[in-house]
Protein backbone atom coordinates (compact mmCIF):
# COMPACT_ATOMS: atom_id res chain seq x y z
CA UNK A 1 0.00 0.00 0.00
CA UNK A 2 1.44 3.84 -1.05
CA UNK A 3 2.16 5.91 1.58
CA UNK A 4 -0.61 8.87 1.25
CA UNK A 5 -0.38 12.55 0.22
CA UNK A 6 -1.04 13.47 3.85
CA UNK A 7 1.75 11.43 5.39
CA UNK A 8 4.15 12.48 2.66
CA UNK A 9 3.48 16.44 3.37
CA UNK A 10 4.07 15.91 6.95
CA UNK A 11 7.43 14.07 6.82
CA UNK A 12 10.63 15.28 6.47
CA UNK A 13 14.19 14.21 6.17
CA UNK A 14 15.75 14.26 10.24
CA UNK A 15 19.25 15.84 8.82
CA UNK A 16 18.24 18.91 6.96
CA UNK A 17 14.55 18.77 7.56
CA UNK A 18 13.85 19.06 3.67
CA UNK A 19 10.98 17.81 2.12
CA UNK A 20 10.96 13.82 1.06
CA UNK A 21 10.18 11.97 -2.41
CA UNK A 22 8.93 8.20 -2.56
CA UNK A 23 10.74 6.11 -5.25
CA UNK A 24 8.80 4.41 -7.73
CA UNK A 25 9.22 1.26 -6.61
CA UNK A 26 7.53 2.34 -3.13
CA UNK A 27 10.36 0.87 -1.23
CA UNK A 28 11.97 4.18 0.02
CA UNK A 29 11.78 7.62 0.63
CA UNK A 30 14.50 9.90 -0.57
CA UNK A 31 16.10 13.22 0.22
CA UNK A 32 17.36 14.95 -2.90
CA UNK A 33 19.26 17.43 -0.68
CA UNK A 34 21.31 15.10 1.75
CA UNK A 35 21.12 11.57 -1.11
CA UNK A 36 19.94 10.04 1.97
CA UNK A 37 17.05 6.67 1.23
CA UNK A 38 14.81 6.05 4.00
CA UNK A 39 13.32 2.58 3.69
CA UNK A 40 9.72 1.01 4.08
CA UNK A 41 9.59 -1.82 5.93
CA UNK A 42 5.78 -3.43 6.05
CA UNK A 43 4.38 0.12 5.00
CA UNK A 44 6.19 2.23 7.78
CA UNK A 45 8.67 4.80 6.84
CA UNK A 46 12.00 4.02 8.70
CA UNK A 47 13.23 7.70 9.68
CA UNK A 48 16.46 6.82 11.44
CA UNK A 49 20.01 8.41 10.21
CA UNK A 50 21.11 5.29 11.20
CA UNK A 51 18.93 2.86 9.01
CA UNK A 52 19.45 5.50 6.06
CA UNK A 53 21.43 4.55 2.63
CA UNK A 54 23.36 7.16 0.93
CA UNK A 55 22.53 7.26 -3.07
CA UNK A 56 24.93 6.16 -5.85
Partial sequence: MPLSEELLEIL???VCKGGLRPLEEGE?????KCRL???IRDD???MLVDEANTLD
Fill in 12 to 14: ACP
Fill in 28 to 32: ALVCD
Fill in 37 to 39: RYP
Fill in 44 to 46: IPV
